[in-house]
């Protein structure tokens, strides 16, 4: 090192969120309709989601999407958390804070988007906040567009956002701006900068049907 010349101190590499894997999701989501008694032509009948797409997501072979995934929690009267492998525990007074680090929450990835999950290890949520790392660039991508029941807010972090809805309105976001809507509409979140986008995505159920603490 050259006389003078001060080495700046290199910064820790960033250890890789933890992955929330497919196949135990998937087990968690079997075991919850065996043990209510369903076939899966049952739960496909109460839930509108194919029995193909079911029974490949228990089996782990394909990731679900936010609306697939709440319209199965409906179906199985099932909080978000017993599905990724959280157990509900009993409430002793207030709720206590949840703090999420950077970079440690646990990631459900998918062809379109990467969820990263937010307040985690806190059961019985009213409210699921997530950072979402949006890859799709076209509608093509998209078999359908996604929707659920409730209510859903968006805040761009980085790059540049579409939303579009079924009913031909659209949205462009840019850093800082936000979007509140009714879910039940259907919608598809498009990355249209040079970078993926990245948003803090809060989604709240609104369906009066659901059973007491569940999201």
Same mark, same amino acid.
């Given at each position: 090192?050259?006389?003078?010349?001060?080495?700046?101190?290199?910064?820790?590499?960033? #250890?890789?969120?933890?992955? =929330?894997?497919?196949? =135990?999701?998937?087990?968690?989501?079997?075991?919850? !309709?065996?043990?209510?008694?369903?076939? &899966?032509?049952? =739960?496909?009948e !109460?839930?509108?989601?194919?029995?193909?797409?079911?029974?490949?997501?228990? !089996?782990?072979? +394909?990731a679900?999407?936010?609306?697939?995934?709440?319209?199965?929690?409906?179906? &199985? #009267?099932?909080?978000?958390?017993?599905?990724?492998?959280?157990?509900?525990?009993?409430?002793?007074?207030?709720?206590?804070?949840?703090?999420?680090?950077?970079?440690?929450?646990?990631?459900?990835?998918?062809?379109?988007?990467?969820?990263?999950? &937010?307040?985690?290890?806190l059961?019985?949520?009213?409210?699921?906040?997530? *950072?979402?790392? +949006?890859?799709?660039?076209?509608?093509?991508?998209?078999?359908?567009?996604?929707r659920?029941?409730?209510?859903?807010?968006v805040?761009?972090?980085?790059g540049? =956002?579409?939303?579009?809805?079924?009913?031909?309105?659209?949205?462009?976001?840019?850093?800082?701006?936000?979007?509140?809507?009714?879910?039940? @509409?259907?919608h +598809?979140?498009?990355s249209?900068?040079?970078?993926?986008?990245?948003?803090?995505?809060?989604? @709240?159920?609104?369906?009066?049907? *659901?059973?007491?603490?569940?999201?």
């Amino acid at each position: 090192m050259a006389k003078g010349v001060v080495e700046k101190p290199r910064s820790p590499a960033r #250890e890789a969120p933890p992955a =929330l894997d497919h196949k =135990l999701v998937g087990g968690h989501l079997r075991q919850a !309709r065996k043990a209510r008694g369903l076939t &899966l032509a049952e =739960l496909s009948e !109460r839930s509108g989601i194919a029995v193909s797409t079911i029974s490949k997501a228990e !089996r782990g072979d +394909i990731a679900l999407t936010y609306d697939k995934f709440a319209a199965l929690a409906h179906s &199985l #009267e099932l909080e978000f958390d017993a599905i990724f492998g959280r157990r509900r525990k009993p409430a002793s007074g207030a709720m206590k804070p949840s703090f999420t680090a950077a970079g440690k929450q646990h990631v459900y990835d998918t062809p379109n988007y990467e969820y990263g999950m &937010l307040a985690n290890n806190l059961t019985g949520k009213r409210m699921m906040p997530m *950072r979402a790392h +949006i890859h799709a660039r076209a509608v093509a991508d998209f078999p359908e567009y996604i929707r659920h029941s409730g209510e859903e807010f968006v805040f761009l972090l980085a790059g540049e =956002l579409e939303l579009r809805f079924e009913n031909g309105k659209s949205f462009r976001l840019m850093p800082g701006d936000s979007l509140y809507f009714d879910s039940s @509409v259907g919608h +598809i979140y498009l990355s249209v900068g040079d970078e993926d986008a990245d948003a803090l995505v809060c989604c @709240v159920d609104t369906d009066q049907q *659901r059973p007491r603490g569940a999201i």
